[in-house]
C-alpha cells in the first residue's frame, strides 16, 4: 500500500445513493469520477451492494475495497460509501443527517412515493451535506436551515434556489480559503 492512499484527505465520501426495496436508483451521486466512470459499473456496483445489504441486520458492510454503511426504512435504503480506510463515525454521520434532513422534508414519511415526490428537496439536501466528496454539514437542523425548505412551504422558487448557489459558491470560497491557509501553514513547518 503506497503512503499517498494513507494521507489525510478532506475528500471523504466517494458515494451516495438510495435504492427502492428492489434494489432500482431513486437517486446517486458519485464523487470519485475514478471510482465507478460508467453508469453500467455504478449500477453493478449498487447490486452487489444491495444484494449483500438489503436483508442484513448491520449498519456497516466492506465490499470492493469501499466502507459502506446503510440504513434501510420502509421501502428505502440509504448509502454512504467511502475508501477501506475512512472513518465509519463520520460516515455514519453523514447517513444520520441525510435521514434525518429527509424525514423531516417528507414529514416523517421515508417512503419512496414520498421521496420521488419531493426530488427536488432530496437532492439539495445532498448537495447542502456533501459538495465533490467533502463533507459540508452533518447537522440536520444546520442543513434544513440552509435549504430553507420547510414541509409545509411549496416548492422552491428561483430567488431561493439562486440564493441557495450564492450561499454555496460562498462556503466553498470559505473551505478554500482554510485548505489554503492549512497547507501555507503546514509548509512554513
Known sequence: ???TSLEPSLYTVKAVFILDNDGNRLLSKYYDPELYPSMKEQ???????FNKTHKADNEIAFLEGMTIVYKGSIDLFFYVVGSA???????????N????????????NVE????LDNMEGVFLVVDEIIDGGVILESDPQQVLQKVSYRADENPLSEQSVAQHITEKLALTTNVLQSAKEQIKWSILK
Open 85 to 95: 480506510q475512512e472513518n465509519e463515525l463520520m460516515l455514519m454521520s453523514v447517513l
Open 1 to 3: 500500500m503506497d503512503s
Open 112 to 115: 419512496r412515493r414520498c421521496l
Open 43 to 49: 449500477k453493478n456496483f449498487e447490486r452487489n451492494v
Open 97 to 108: 443527517c441525510l435521514f434525518d434532513s429527509l424525514s423531516q422534508i417528507l414529514r416523517k
